[in-house]
């Protein structure tokens, strides 16, 4: 992983900004602020030695400090923490259950104005709620739950329990091996669909930046928006981990196929998905069954493009725009992606392309 921007948790360091270097920040972000921001991280980069990877953690911590203390990043941090404390109180004042547990999310596990009550609320609300959404905040927030399977506050199997129909609510959390026991897999078997709810946070969070005008605002929300939460605590595509060793792909074929297909007609595909399960068919010698020829044609028809930009989008990067007038449109690609994910936006602009 190649070094970017400080996480959006960051404390800058170095002496704070003044109220009036902030304001003049953001009045000049659009004519030279954006450019001369990044001219500072490439400085910053370059003089670190280049390209600066994770995978050397004593380089790599020394660059996050001297990434924090640019002026322009303390802007950053300061817009992207005014924004999220003005949408938890616009997010509480709309009262309904997913608006007022988004609140709570916001403030216990970005820093949106962290406290004992609102984390005492929040967890509350979790082991009360019928709503998967609310439990999808949950379990991203309660990280000893979700990655180490100390589930105090909710019961690990809640999921199942409140949406026994969906997919997701069956398979193991994380990203390593998936061991599932008899009653996980006959849950996958007669599971009707497949739904992950970090794209209903992005819903519920677009509409706070739609009247943002181009400037370091909509800058700081748009990035906020795609790189939070990118990495649902079940993944879609966890279906084909689980599926992965050639033992399990024999005794639990009809399963796994069946995982494959709710997989590609999930409501919000996102490219990878699509082509994890045309390879998941083809591993099970199924690619020549039922829906599936059709639906290689349907990738195949796609044609080569430079997918970049969607798999950025959908690993939690939103490239870098030219300009803040480019911010708008940056805005209604997030929002068609969290409305019916990245591959049928590629399809629509494929489209569109060969209408030209």
């Not at 280049?50 to 990043?73: E, I």
Request: net charge neutral; proline share 7%; aromatic share 6%.
């Amino acid at each position: 992983m190649v070094y970017g921007l400080p996480p959006a948790s960051a404390t800058p360091r170095g002496g704070a900004l003044s109220a009036q270097q902030l304001a003049q920040i953001e009045a000049q972000w659009c004519t030279h602020g954006m450019q001369a921001h990044r001219q500072s991280e490439a400085s910053v980069v370059q003089g670190a030695g280049g390209r600066v990877s994770t995978s050397d953690p004593q380089a790599f911590d020394n660059l996050v400090p001297a990434m924090q203390a640019l002026p322009t990043s303390q802007a950053q941090f300061a817009v992207r923490q005014r924004l999220l404390a003005g949408w938890v109180e616009r997010l509480q004042r709309q009262g309904d259950p997913r608006s007022q547990a988004t609140a709570l999310y916001l403030q216990v596990e970005h820093g949106a104005g962290w406290s004992e009550a609102a984390d005492a609320t929040f967890r509350q609300q979790a082991a009360a709620t019928t709503d998967p959404y609310v439990l999808h905040l949950w379990r991203q927030h309660d990280r000893d739950c979700s990655m180490r399977g100390n589930c105090r506050a909710v019961p690990r199997n809640r999921w199942s329990v409140i949406e026994p129909d969906n997919l997701l609510a069956w398979l193991p959390p994380g990203s390593g091996p998936a061991s599932m026991t008899d009653a996980q897999w006959a849950g996958v078997a007669q599971a009707k669909f497949l739904r992950s709810y970090h794209h209903e946070l992005r819903l519920t969070l677009l509409p706070l930046a739609r009247d943002l005008p181009p400037g370091l605002e909509l800058d700081q929300a748009l990035a906020f928006i795609t790189s939070f939460d990118n990495q649902p605590v079940v993944s879609p595509d966890r279906i084909l981990t689980a599926c992965e060793p050639e033992s399990v792909r024999q005794s639990r074929r009809q399963a796994c196929l069946h995982g494959a297909d709710l997989l590609w007609r999930q409501p919000q595909p996102a490219l990878m998905d699509i082509a994890k399960a045309l390879a998941m068919a083809k591993q099970l010698n199924a690619d020549r069954e039922g829906a599936w020829p059709a639906r290689r044609a349907e990738a195949e028809a796609l044609g080569h493009f430079n997918a970049n930009d969607f798999l950025m989008l959908d690993m939690g990067a939103a490239p870098k725009v030219a300009s803040c007038e480019a911010l708008p449109a940056q805005r209604e690609r997030l929002t068609a992606i969290a409305q019916g994910g990245s591959w049928r936006l590629a399809q629509r602009d494929a489209a569109a392309s060969a209408q030209r």
